[in-house]
């Protein structure tokens, strides 16, 4: 019998009550889910915690709310108070206020969606939002639980652990120049305000995305640059390096940094970070680069860059039940003396338990990197030799294929990522498929999700949108699959199944 049986809507993925993702088994519940059908939402336990809130935020909001006497209100909980006065300042309406209540920092708001969805999306960017274990440990104190759910954490000093560990995955860095977040995305927004800080006074503030990158990372360039319209350049060709030495050419001066993934998400492109470096030191433009698909320990990115950030909940949170990201200076970069004292401010707090949790489970970071190193190429070749794969993008495909090895730590690191299309009726296939179906990804468990329909619905719904997809290269239809511990023959036999 295969390992692989259909999961229900709205389970958790793992079924944990701090897991990152949920289970969404068919498309009429991917689109029920982006569109907000109740019967759909109704089943939903949890979700991607950025997009979709706790049920432990919900009912500690509640009871803060009610502790404070504030009826008619709505409020959004944060990971500390400097989180939560950047999202008063962010909504800018006289009515929201900081609210400081036993441990935990919110902003409260008289009720209103307009205002309730502006706080989402800018705690979704950002990733101030705060943990779900501090919720469930405040409602444990308030009498709201009996007790904390049990797992396994890490008894000693969990943050030197996983800094530890960190330094090792990059190698020739020391733990001082690696710094922890309470998520990928602050790592993300807190490596992009330090650097804009510094460069702003230089007369820099344009910034570059290389690549069509993650859907929060688009976001803060274009809604945190002070006028997108001028800075923020987006060049969407990872691979189109003359187009980038025109531009640097014409504003080199003007322009602060440039961030991209390595590989990207969801093409899987690889740039050539050594030249693009090269480029970057020449004009003095700092580069943050983001190896979260491929994995520092599969890729060497650290000498070809000024700034790592990492969503840490892939593969070092191997169990998919924490949120945590990470922050990696160069220690050799121009910008490493001025960026490491800013660096820990600007970051928000991780909590003790997310890090002990971290802590438990780092110890798995390299053993299941080697197995999906091992696994995933029969799985690729299976997809690449299939008559119904319309197209196809993993980290060797020919077009970035030399840029990507001269990354690699060896040849076999080839990572867990591959996406494609299927020729024929996506839901079709991806109904019929068996594999866990849910948004994140760098699991033990195998995930795949219909990712531009996940990440980008209000193209694929729109005829304008479509055409900005089509121009990046981006099918709507792109299923994106991360490579899981499972033996490949019950991976290849899933997806075999659907497709036959």
Known sequence: ?????????????????????????????????????????????????????????????????????????????????????????????????????STLTGVAFPESAETFGRAKTFLQHTGMLLSSREAEDYLVRVGELSAAEPEADFPGYAAARVKGALARAYQNVTPEDVFLANSGMNAVYAAFRVVDTLQRPRGRKRWVQLGWLYLDTIAILQKFTPNPEQDYVLVSNPLDLTALEKLFAEHGSEIAGLITEVPTNPLIQTADLPKLYALCRQHGVAL????????????????????????????????????????????????????????????????????????????????????????????????????????????????????YLRLARSPECVGSMVSFVVHGPLDRFYDRLRLPKGPSFGMKTTLICPFIYLAHYDLVTSPAGQQVLRQNGLNPELLRMSIGAEPAEEIIGALAEALS
């Open 1 to 101: 019998m295969s390992v692989f049986t259909h999961i229900p809507l709205g389970q958790r993925i793992p079924p944990s009550l701090h897991s990152v993702s949920c289970s969404l088994p068919t498309m009429r519940a991917v689109v029920g889910y982006e569109e907000k059908h109740p019967e759909i939402v109704a089943q939903m336990t949890s979700g991607y915690p950025r997009f979709v809130q706790h049920p432990l935020l919900k009912k500690a909001g509640a009871h803060v709310l009610k502790a404070e006497g504030l009826t008619g209100h709505s409020i959004w909980l944060t990971s500390s108070t400097q989180a939560a006065h950047q999202l008063r300042d962010w909504l800018n309406i006289a009515e929201a206020k900081v609210i400081s209540h």
């Open 288 to 403: 943050i680069a983001d190896p979260t698909i491929a994995s520092p320990l599969n890729i060497d990115i650290l000498p070809h860059c000024d700034i790592s950030v990492a969503s840490l909940t892939k593969y070092a949170g191997n169990e998919g039940d924490i949120m945590m990201g990470s922050v990696v200076l160069n220690p050799k970069s121009e910008y490493a003396a001025q960026v490491r004292p800013k660096m820990a401010a600007a970051l928000e707090p991780v909590y003790s338990r997310d890090v002990a949790r971290m802590a438990a489970q780092i110890g798995g970071f390299e053993p299941l990197i080697q197995q999906i190193n091992r696994t995933a190429p029969k799985v690729i070749e299976f997809l690449r030799t299939h008559p119904k794969i319309k197209e196809l993008y993993w980290s060797l495909e020919p077009a970035s294929r030399e840029n």
